[in-house]
C-alpha cells in the first residue's frame, strides 16, 4: 500500500489518477446516461411532432373540405345540371365560350373572386370547358382529376404540373348529377383550383422545437414520384413545391402511403430526420413534420455532456465525498427532466392558445372545461376567465349535444377516426351560431381519457349564404308566374317549373331553344321587333303575349322582359317573368259580351212597350174593321196583309224580349219529359222525314220551374237551327237527365251554377261551327244564313229565354262533327202544376170592366172590343183616375183591365188599393214591357192573370171571360 499512497502524495501521479477516474467514470456515465436521455429526448420530439401533425392534417383537411363544400354547392345549382346534361354526348350545337355557359360565368367568377380561388369552372363528361370564371385556366393536366370524377362518381383531387415545372396548384372536382336523376352517373363536373402557396403557407409554416428547427410538408403521390409542398423551400430559396422519387424509407413515402406513425426516417434531401406522419381523412394524402436527427442528436449529446462535465467536476472535487457527489447529479438529473416536462406542457398550450380555429379542452367528465384559447373567446365571446371550470353544456353547446359527442369520441376509440359535426351554438351576447365541430380524445400512454379537445370553426356565414342560394332557387322554383332566362341571343337558359306546367315543354326541351317556339302567328313581326329595340337598348318591356303550348292550345300573358347586365352594364342575359292571364281574359270577354247583350236587351226593352201598344191599335183596328167588311171588299185582301205584318212583328218583338229577359213570364212546375214528349211530335213534323228524331229521357228526372210556353219555343227553336245545319238529312238527339253541377264544372263553364240540376241537350250530326261562330252565337241579329233568310234572333231568344228561367246554355261544336246544346235548369222537387184546357167559345157578358190605360188608342181598341160583346166599361188614364172613378160608381166593379206601366201610380198598386174597396174584384194585366213589371224581375205567379201586348179583339175578349169565369187560360 505504500505505493499508492507514494502515487497520491505525487502532484502529476494523482492528475493521471483522476485523469483515469474522471474517463473511466465519464465513459460508464456516458454509457448509462445516453439511452435515458435519449429516451427522454425523443419522448419530447415525439409528443410534439405528433401534436403539429394532427393540427396541420385537421387544418388542411378543413381547408380542402370547404373548398370540395362551395364546389358541391355550385355543382347543385340547377341551371349547371341542365347545361351538363345537355352537353352529354353527341356534336356541340355551338361554341364552348358561348352559349347556354355564359349565365354561369357571373356565378363562377364570383365563387372564385369571394373564395380566393385561382379558378372555377363546368366541364362535360369529356373535359370540354361549358363555363368559367374571368381567370384563365391550363386545361392540361386537369383532364385526368375530370376523368376520375366520371369515373368513380366521388369528389377527386389532383395536383398539376405548370409549363415551368412547379405544381402549385390544388384542382378539386366534383361530379355534377342531373337534376331527376334521369342520366346515369355524373353528366359533368364542377372544378376550383386553389393556390397552395396561398392557401397551405401559413398552415404549414416551419417553427422550431427545444432549439432545433421543424418542418411540415403536404405530400401526395403523383404518379412514379411523390410531390412535397414545404414553406422551407421557398425559406431555402427554391420553389415551395417539388417532385422526388418514391423510395422506401423516406418520411414522404410513408405519408403519402396513407401512413400514421412516427419514426426516424430520410427526408426529400436524404438527410436522416425523425418525422410524423398523417393521412389526411378522406383524400389521398399525408402529412409530414420532421427534424433533423442531427439536431435531436446534439441535443442528447449536449444534455449528457452537461451532465458528464458536472459530473467529472464533482468526482475531481468530491473523490473522497462520494454520496455528496451522487446526491448532486441526481438532483441535476431530476431538475433537467422536469424542465423538460415544463417546457413541452408550455409549448403545447401555446400551440393550443394561437391554434387559428377554437380549441375547448374538458376533463374526461366533460362537465368542465380546462383550456380555453383565443380563437374560442373570439367566436363565442367568453373570456377564459368566465368559463374555466364550467361545463360547455348549455355554456355554448345544447345540452342536446352531449350523447353526440360522447358518440363521437367512443367511435374514434374503435375505428381510429374522428368525425366533424355542424352544431348549432349560443355566445355570450345571445346569438345563434353554427360550428364545424372535431372532438379528439387525449390518452395518456396508458391509453386513460385524460381530456377531451374540441375544435370548432364558425361556419355561419358560409351556411346562410348556402341557405339564402337555396331559398332563392326554391322561391324560383316555386313562384307563381312562369320564369325565363335566355342569353344574349334570345337561346333559352332556365326555365321553372310554372313555364312547363303552362306551356306544356319540360325544362330539357326548351333549355337551348328560342322563345319564339311559343308564337302562336297572332302577333305582327313589328310587335316583336319593337320588344326586341326595347330590351336590347337595356330598358324593360312590358305587354300582353298570345302564345301556344306545346299540344297546340292558345293561352294569353302578361310578361316582363328585363336586360340583366354585370358590373360594367353590359346587357350579359334576359328575364322574362310571365303570368298567365288565359281565364281572367276570358272572363274580361264573356264581362264585355254581357254587358253588350245587355245594352242590346235594354235597347230592346226600351222601345217594346210604345212599339206594342202601336201593335196593338194596328191589329186591333184591323180586326174591328175585317169583321164589319164584305169578304168581296176590295180593300180587304190589304188589310188582312197589314194584320198579318202586325202579327209578325208582334212575334218578332216577343224574340226581343224573350232575348233581353223583359218579357213577363209565368213559370210553372214543370214534368220536363212530359213537356219534351208533348212538342215531339210537332218537332218530328216541322224537320221532316229526312231527320231522325230520337228521343233520350231518363226516368227519374227531376222537376223544374218555367214557362212552359217559352221552354217549348227554346225547343222549337233549337230544332229548327239543326235542321238548317242538316241540308242533306241527319239525326238529331233530345237527351234529359239529373246533373249535380260541382264547383270544378263550374270553374270549367262560367255561368253554370253549382247544386242540382236538370239537363236538355239537344245534339245534331250537322255541319258544326268554328271557333269564331261559338264566339257570337248568341248575339241578337247574328246569323250565318243568306240574306233574307232568318232574322239571327233565334238563339238569342233561346239563351234569353234560359237566362230568365235561371239556367245556363252551352254549346260544343267542331266544324263537320255537329253541335251539342246543353241546357241547364235548377231542380225542384214539387209535383207539377196542372194545365187546364184553354175555353174555346168566345162569349160575353154584362159585367162593369174598369179600364185603366195611358194609351188612349189602345184603350179605345179594349172599349170597343168589350162594348160590342155586352160588357158596361169604365175607363181611366192613369191610376188616380181609374180610383177616383170607382169611388163615384155605386154599383159593383168585376174586372180590372190595367197595364202594369202608368205614370204616376201602376197597375199593382192600383189593384191592391181596388181590391182594398171592392174586395170581390178580379184584374187582369197587360203590358207589353216594363222593367218593372212584377216584383220579380218580370216573373208573375200562376195565380196571376197577364194578357201579354199586342192582343187582338178576340184574344181580350177570350181572356176577360176566361179571368171573370176563373177559367185558367
Sequence with gaps: MKWYFGILRHRGAFALLALGVVVLGGGTAAAVLWPTERRHVLNDVQSSLNTMADDRAYAVRELVQDAASVARTVAAYPTVAYLAEERRGG????????????????????????SGYRFAGLFDTRGVMLAHSDSAWLLGESVAALRAVIALDTTVLALPSLPDGSTSTLLIAVPVHAERRTSPGPVGAVLVALDLKREFF????????EGHVVEAALVAAD??????????????????DIHIPNLEGRAVTAAASGRNTFGEFLDYRGTPVFAATRKLPGFTWGIVVKTDRAHVTGEIRNRVLTILFALSGIVIALLGVAYGVWRSAEAAYR??????????????????????????????????????????????????????????????????????????????????????RFEQNMTKDGRTIFCRWTNVPLRDENGRLVAVMGMAQDVTAQRENEEQLRLLLRAVDQSPASIVMTDTRARILYVNPKFEAVT???????????????????????????????????????????????????????ASIAPVTDASGTITHYLAIKEDITDRKQLEDELRQAQKMEAVGRLAGGVAHDFNNLLTVILGNCEIVLADMKDDDEIRRDLVEIEAAARRAASL??????????????????????????????????????????????????????????????LLNLSVNARDAMPDGGRLAIQTANMDVDPTFQRDHPGAQVGPHVKIAITDTG???????????FEPFFTTKPAGKGTGLGLSTVYGIVKQSNGSIFVQSEPDRGSTFTILLPRSDAEP????????EISGGTETILIAEDDGIVRSIARRALEGRGYRILEARDGEGALKLASQESGAIHLLLTDLVMPGMGGQELARRLTAQFPGVRTLFTSGYSETAATNGGVLSPDVAFLAKPFSVEEIARKVRAVLDQVTP
Design 91 to 114: 356534336p356541340h350545337p355551338f361554341p364552348r365560350d358561348e352559349g347556354a355557359a355564359s349565365h354561369l360565368n357571373i356565378l363562377l367568377s364570383t365563387v372564385a373572386r369571394e
Design 504 to 558: 306544356g315543354y319540360t325544362a330539357a326541351e326548351a333549355i337551348g331553344q328560342n322563345p319564339r317556339m311559343l308564337q302562336s302567328g297572332s302577333h305582327p313581326a313589328d310587335f316583336y321587333r319593337q320588344m326586341w329595340e326595347t330590351i336590347t337598348s337595356g330598358q324593360i318591356w312590358r305587354g300582353e303575349l298570345h302564345n301556344r303550348t306545346k299540344d297546340g292550345r292558345l293561352f294569353r300573358e302578361r
Design 223 to 240: 404518379r412514379d414520384s411523390i410531390f412535397v409542398f414545404s414553406p422551407s423551400l421557398l425559406l431555402d430559396g427554391q420553389t415551395v
Design 833 to 840: 202544376t196542372s194545365r187546364a184546357p184553354v175555353a174555346s
Design 767 to 777: 255541319t258544326g261551327m268554328t271557333p269564331e261562330v261559338r264566339a257570337h252565337l
Design 202 to 209: 401559413n398552415v404549414l409554416h416551419p417553427g422550431r422545437n
Design 335 to 420: 431538475d433537467s427532466l422536469a424542465r423538460s416536462q415544463a417546457q413541452s406542457a408550455e409549448r403545447l398550450r401555446l400551440q393550443i392558445e394561437y391554434m387559428p380555429i377554437a380549441c375547448v379542452v374538458a376533463n374526461p367528465r366533460l362537465d368542465a372545461i380546462v383550456e380555453w384559447n383565443q380563437a374560442a373567446e373570439r367566436i363565442f365571446g367568453y373570456t377564459k376567465e368566465e368559463v374555466i371550470g364550467r361545463s360547455p353544456f348549455g355554456l355554448m353547446v345544447p345540452e342536446r349535444a352531449r350523447a353526440a359527442i360522447e358518440s363521437d369520441i367512443a367511435t374514434s376509440n374503435r375505428a381510429g377516426e374522428i368525425q366533424a
Design 653 to 714: 218583338t216577343r224574340q226581343l224580349l224573350a232575348f233581353s229577359r223583359r218579357q213577363i213570364i209565368q213559370p210553372q212546375i214543370l214534368d220536363l219529359n212530359a213537356l219534351v214528349e208533348g212538342i215531339g211530335k210537332m218537332i218530328r213534323r216541322l224537320l221532316g222525314e229526312d231527320i231522325t228524331v230520337a228521343m233520350q229521357l231518363a226516368k227519374d228526372v227531376g222537376r223544374v220551374i218555367a214557362d212552359p210556353g217559352q221552354l217549348e219555343q227554346v
